[in-house]
Protein backbone atom coordinates (compact mmCIF):
# COMPACT_ATOMS: atom_id res chain seq x y z
CA UNK A 1 0.00 0.00 0.00
CA UNK A 2 2.05 3.00 -1.34
CA UNK A 3 2.07 6.34 0.47
CA UNK A 4 1.29 9.57 -1.28
CA UNK A 5 3.85 10.17 -4.69
CA UNK A 6 5.15 12.96 -5.17
CA UNK A 7 7.90 13.75 -7.91
CA UNK A 8 10.33 14.91 -9.02
CA UNK A 9 11.76 15.00 -5.66
CA UNK A 10 13.98 17.92 -6.74
CA UNK A 11 13.27 20.13 -9.42
CA UNK A 12 15.52 23.18 -10.53
CA UNK A 13 13.91 25.77 -12.99
CA UNK A 14 15.61 28.81 -14.42
CA UNK A 15 13.71 31.85 -14.07
CA UNK A 16 10.54 32.18 -16.40
CA UNK A 17 9.88 28.64 -16.80
CA UNK A 18 7.24 26.32 -15.84
CA UNK A 19 7.58 24.07 -12.66
CA UNK A 20 5.11 21.17 -12.56
CA UNK A 21 4.84 19.26 -9.66
CA UNK A 22 3.25 15.70 -9.25
CA UNK A 23 1.33 14.03 -6.66
CA UNK A 24 -0.48 10.77 -6.33
CA UNK A 25 -2.84 10.22 -3.16
CA UNK A 26 -2.72 6.98 -1.26
CA UNK A 27 -4.83 4.00 -2.69
CA UNK A 28 -8.60 5.02 -1.37
CA UNK A 29 -8.04 8.61 -0.46
CA UNK A 30 -9.86 11.19 -2.94
CA UNK A 31 -9.22 13.99 -0.92
CA UNK A 32 -5.60 16.05 -1.87
CA UNK A 33 -4.05 19.21 -0.49
CA UNK A 34 -0.90 21.15 -1.16
CA UNK A 35 0.91 22.95 1.11
CA UNK A 36 4.50 25.24 0.30
CA UNK A 37 6.78 25.55 2.88
CA UNK A 38 9.25 28.50 2.64
CA UNK A 39 12.83 28.12 4.14
CA UNK A 40 12.29 28.80 8.34
CA UNK A 41 8.94 29.14 7.64
CA UNK A 42 5.74 26.93 8.79
CA UNK A 43 3.95 24.89 5.77
CA UNK A 44 0.98 27.12 4.10
CA UNK A 45 -2.11 25.80 3.01
CA UNK A 46 -2.88 26.18 -1.09
CA UNK A 47 -5.34 24.65 -2.29
CA UNK A 48 -7.46 21.63 -1.34
CA UNK A 49 -9.15 19.15 -4.75
CA UNK A 50 -11.20 16.52 -4.88
CA UNK A 51 -12.04 14.35 -8.40
CA UNK A 52 -12.31 16.98 -11.08
CA UNK A 53 -13.14 19.98 -8.70
CA UNK A 54 -11.42 22.61 -7.01
CA UNK A 55 -12.69 22.80 -3.49
CA UNK A 56 -11.03 25.56 -1.79
CA UNK A 57 -8.46 27.60 -3.34
CA UNK A 58 -7.64 30.47 -0.58
CA UNK A 59 -4.30 30.16 -0.66
CA UNK A 60 -2.96 29.68 -3.90
CA UNK A 61 -1.63 33.29 -5.13
CA UNK A 62 -3.85 34.82 -7.86
CA UNK A 63 -1.07 34.57 -10.30
CA UNK A 64 1.22 31.76 -11.94
CA UNK A 65 -0.25 29.40 -10.14
CA UNK A 66 -2.87 26.72 -10.88
CA UNK A 67 -3.69 22.89 -9.72
CA UNK A 68 -5.79 20.31 -11.11
CA UNK A 69 -6.98 17.12 -9.97
CA UNK A 70 -8.18 15.20 -13.03
CA UNK A 71 -10.10 11.85 -13.07
CA UNK A 72 -7.44 9.90 -14.41
CA UNK A 73 -3.73 10.12 -13.01
CA UNK A 74 -2.02 12.62 -10.68
CA UNK A 75 -2.93 15.53 -8.77
CA UNK A 76 -0.78 18.55 -10.60
CA UNK A 77 0.43 22.03 -9.14
CA UNK A 78 1.85 23.76 -11.99
CA UNK A 79 3.81 26.71 -11.83
CA UNK A 80 3.79 29.16 -14.60
CA UNK A 81 6.72 31.94 -15.23
CA UNK A 82 8.52 30.63 -12.00
CA UNK A 83 10.41 33.84 -9.63
CA UNK A 84 13.17 32.86 -6.94
CA UNK A 85 10.61 33.53 -4.45
CA UNK A 86 8.96 30.56 -5.49
CA UNK A 87 11.88 28.84 -4.26
CA UNK A 88 10.58 26.24 -1.31
CA UNK A 89 9.30 22.92 -0.75
CA UNK A 90 5.78 21.94 -1.94
CA UNK A 91 4.09 19.02 -0.10
CA UNK A 92 1.18 17.04 -1.20
CA UNK A 93 -1.38 15.39 1.67
CA UNK A 94 -4.37 13.40 1.23
CA UNK A 95 -7.16 12.00 3.00
CA UNK A 96 -10.21 9.40 2.54
CA UNK A 97 -13.04 10.43 1.84
CA UNK A 98 -15.47 11.94 5.15
CA UNK A 99 -13.30 15.25 4.85
CA UNK A 100 -12.78 16.40 8.64
CA UNK A 101 -13.15 12.96 10.87
CA UNK A 102 -9.07 12.45 9.44
CA UNK A 103 -5.83 13.47 9.37
CA UNK A 104 -3.50 14.22 6.74
CA UNK A 105 -1.01 11.59 5.38
CA UNK A 106 2.02 13.23 3.30
CA UNK A 107 4.11 13.37 0.64
CA UNK A 108 7.89 13.74 0.71
CA UNK A 109 8.06 16.58 -0.82
CA UNK A 110 9.30 18.39 -4.11
CA UNK A 111 11.89 21.15 -3.47
CA UNK A 112 11.75 23.39 -6.29
CA UNK A 113 14.85 25.80 -6.48
CA UNK A 114 14.45 28.73 -9.23
CA UNK A 115 17.85 29.97 -10.26
CA UNK B 1 -7.82 33.26 11.39
CA UNK B 2 -6.73 30.38 13.76
CA UNK B 3 -3.00 31.17 14.93
CA UNK B 4 -1.11 28.40 16.24
CA UNK B 5 2.11 29.01 18.08
CA UNK B 6 4.81 26.02 19.31
CA UNK B 7 6.97 26.34 22.08
CA UNK B 8 10.12 26.29 22.47
CA UNK B 9 11.24 26.53 19.32
CA UNK B 10 14.49 24.62 19.87
CA UNK B 11 14.85 22.18 22.60
CA UNK B 12 18.25 20.40 23.32
CA UNK B 13 17.93 17.22 25.60
CA UNK B 14 20.42 14.29 26.78
CA UNK B 15 19.47 10.45 25.89
CA UNK B 16 17.07 8.89 28.65
CA UNK B 17 15.09 11.97 29.41
CA UNK B 18 11.21 12.65 29.32
CA UNK B 19 10.08 15.93 27.51
CA UNK B 20 6.90 17.79 26.92
CA UNK B 21 6.59 19.76 23.83
CA UNK B 22 3.65 22.73 24.00
CA UNK B 23 1.34 23.44 21.31
CA UNK B 24 -1.61 26.34 21.26
CA UNK B 25 -4.04 27.28 19.16
CA UNK B 26 -6.32 30.86 19.38
CA UNK B 27 -9.59 29.31 17.84
CA UNK B 28 -11.09 26.56 20.12
CA UNK B 29 -13.72 25.19 17.77
CA UNK B 30 -11.75 22.64 16.07
CA UNK B 31 -12.43 19.06 14.67
CA UNK B 32 -9.00 17.38 15.08
CA UNK B 33 -5.43 17.51 15.83
CA UNK B 34 -2.53 15.97 14.39
CA UNK B 35 1.25 15.97 15.18
CA UNK B 36 4.17 14.98 12.72
CA UNK B 37 7.26 14.43 12.72
CA UNK B 38 9.63 16.27 10.03
CA UNK B 39 13.34 15.09 9.14
CA UNK B 40 15.88 17.52 7.49
CA UNK B 41 15.03 17.84 4.10
CA UNK B 42 11.67 14.88 4.74
CA UNK B 43 8.49 14.57 4.32
CA UNK B 44 6.24 14.81 7.16
CA UNK B 45 5.28 11.39 9.42
CA UNK B 46 2.18 11.17 11.25
CA UNK B 47 2.61 10.72 15.12
CA UNK B 48 -0.66 11.32 16.27
CA UNK B 49 -4.29 12.49 15.40
CA UNK B 50 -6.81 13.60 18.19
CA UNK B 51 -10.21 14.27 17.50
CA UNK B 52 -11.35 16.95 19.42
CA UNK B 53 -13.83 14.93 21.75
CA UNK B 54 -10.55 12.60 22.72
CA UNK B 55 -8.68 14.27 25.87
CA UNK B 56 -5.40 12.05 24.67
CA UNK B 57 -3.72 9.62 22.38
CA UNK B 58 -1.10 7.11 22.71
CA UNK B 59 1.44 5.30 20.36
CA UNK B 60 4.75 3.80 21.98
CA UNK B 61 6.67 6.27 23.86
CA UNK B 62 4.35 9.12 22.88
CA UNK B 63 1.55 10.40 24.28
CA UNK B 64 -0.73 13.48 23.44
CA UNK B 65 -2.88 15.69 24.86
CA UNK B 66 -5.77 18.24 23.91
CA UNK B 67 -7.95 20.69 26.42
CA UNK B 68 -9.69 21.94 23.58
CA UNK B 69 -11.52 24.65 26.05
CA UNK B 70 -7.82 26.14 26.69
CA UNK B 71 -6.39 25.95 23.38
CA UNK B 72 -3.27 23.31 24.46
CA UNK B 73 -2.35 20.30 23.23
CA UNK B 74 1.14 18.85 24.47
CA UNK B 75 3.13 16.14 23.27
CA UNK B 76 5.13 13.91 25.49
CA UNK B 77 8.31 11.80 24.92
CA UNK B 78 9.49 9.08 27.41
CA UNK B 79 12.59 8.17 27.18
CA UNK B 80 13.99 10.23 24.85
CA UNK B 81 16.37 8.94 22.42
CA UNK B 82 18.69 10.40 19.77
CA UNK B 83 16.56 8.70 16.55
CA UNK B 84 14.21 10.99 17.87
CA UNK B 85 15.86 14.38 16.93
CA UNK B 86 13.42 16.32 14.66
CA UNK B 87 11.41 18.87 13.85
CA UNK B 88 8.07 18.29 15.49
CA UNK B 89 5.13 19.86 14.28
CA UNK B 90 1.75 20.70 15.16
CA UNK B 91 -1.52 21.11 13.12
CA UNK B 92 -4.94 21.94 13.96
CA UNK B 93 -8.08 21.73 11.88
CA UNK B 94 -10.92 23.95 12.16
CA UNK B 95 -14.05 24.34 10.50
CA UNK B 96 -12.58 25.15 7.48
CA UNK B 97 -10.95 22.51 5.19
CA UNK B 98 -7.55 23.27 5.90
CA UNK B 99 -5.29 22.61 8.33
CA UNK B 100 -3.21 25.50 10.30
CA UNK B 101 0.39 24.49 11.22
CA UNK B 102 2.74 25.92 13.77
CA UNK B 103 6.58 26.71 13.42
CA UNK B 104 7.74 23.71 15.16
CA UNK B 105 10.34 22.58 18.09
CA UNK B 106 13.13 21.44 16.71
CA UNK B 107 14.26 18.46 18.92
CA UNK B 108 18.20 17.38 19.53
CA UNK B 109 18.78 14.37 22.23
CA UNK B 110 22.34 14.28 22.83
CA UNK B 111 23.18 10.60 23.17
Known amino acids: NAGVMQNPRHLVRRRGQEARLRCSPMKGHSHVYWYRQLPEEGLKFMVYLQKENIIDESGMPKERFSAEFPKEGPSILRIQQVVRGDSAAYFCASSPPGGVNYGYTFGSGTRLTVV | KQEVTQIPAALSVPEGENLVLNCSFT??????LQWFRQDPGKGLTSLLLIQSSQREQTSGRLNASLDKSSGRSTLYIAASQPGDSATYLC??????????FGTGTSLTVIP
Open chain 2, 91 to 100: AVRGTGNQFY
Open chain 2, 27 to 32: DSAIYN
